[in-house]
């Protein structure tokens, strides 16, 4: 039976972590503005998601945080990924008085869904904070209570990535203007680059 307290919790806490601007929503929010695959990359980040909290919450985190050689593989995969894909938004941007929206930002079916599976899953920051921060919060709870806590943090999930994508596809016609393409490419390389030093600076910790 469902617990409207603990699935309440469980949006709470899942709002949280996922809100945060990082890779996967900067990826979800370029994608919207270019109306290019846009609710396909919403949902694969929503399935991955799903799958991950309940990972989480059936006690995978555990096993992240006892694994040192497994955070470090994780943290500096992470890393070289998010250095090349905050090149490749720096590049865009450069390039942008050259090319036309379409030009520029344009995707495959197959080039979206192999670029969401990868900012989702060689994010280390998932399986250190969603699965592992998860986990341990559903963990206080009676193991029967759990599912409350996992479908709290899925509906949140459920809900900020749909609505991510139909807002910023919603905005695309004020923001795909050549100078703000700019600054958005430029914006998200440079988060990227953040994102990735920050990783590094983890990993350093780590050995």
């Known amino acids: 039976?469902?617990?409207s307290a603990i699935y309440l919790q469980g949006m709470l806490?899942?709002?949280?972590?996922?809100?945060?601007?990082?890779a996967q929503n900067a990826f979800v929010l370029e994608r919207g503005i270019r109306r290019n695959h846009a609710m396909l990359v919403a949902g694969l980040c929503f399935l991955a998601d799903a799958f991950l909290i309940a990972l989480g919450v059936g006690g995978a985190g555990k096993v992240?945080?006892?694994?040192?050689?497994?955070?470090?593989?994780?943290?500096?995969?992470g890393a070289a990924f998010l250095l090349r894909y905050g090149w490749s938004s720096l590049?865009?941007?450069?390039?942008?008085?050259?090319?036309?929206?379409?030009?520029?930002?344009?995707?495959?079916?197959?080039q979206a869904v192999t670029m969401t599976l990868a900012v989702t899953l060689l994010n280390p920051?998932?399986?250190l904070d969603t699965v592992m921060i998860q986990g341990a919060v559903a963990?206080?709870?009676?193991r029967e209570q759990q599912l409350s806590f996992a479908l709290g943090s899925i509906s949140a999930s459920l809900c900020w990535f749909?609505?991510?994508?139909?807002?910023?596809?919603?905005?695309?016609?004020?923001?795909?203007?050549?100078?703000?393409?700019q600054c958005i490419d430029t914006g998200v390389g440079l988060l990227m680059w953040l994102l990735a030093f920050g990783l590094l600076r983890h990993a350093a910790s780590l050995v």
């Open 1 to 3: 039976m469902l617990n």
């Open 13 to 22: 806490v899942g709002a949280s972590l996922i809100i945060p601007i990082g």
């Open 64 to 77: 992240i945080a006892q694994s040192l050689i497994l955070q470090l593989l994780l943290t500096l995969g």
């Open 91 to 110: 590049q865009r941007a450069w390039r942008a008085m050259a090319q036309t929206l379409e030009q520029k930002g344009g995707m495959s079916r197959i």
């Open 125 to 127: 920051h998932v399986y």
């Open 139 to 142: 963990g206080q709870y009676p």
């Open 162 to 181: 749909f609505g991510l994508a139909l807002l910023a596809s919603w905005l695309a016609p004020q923001l795909q203007r050549v100078r703000v393409q």
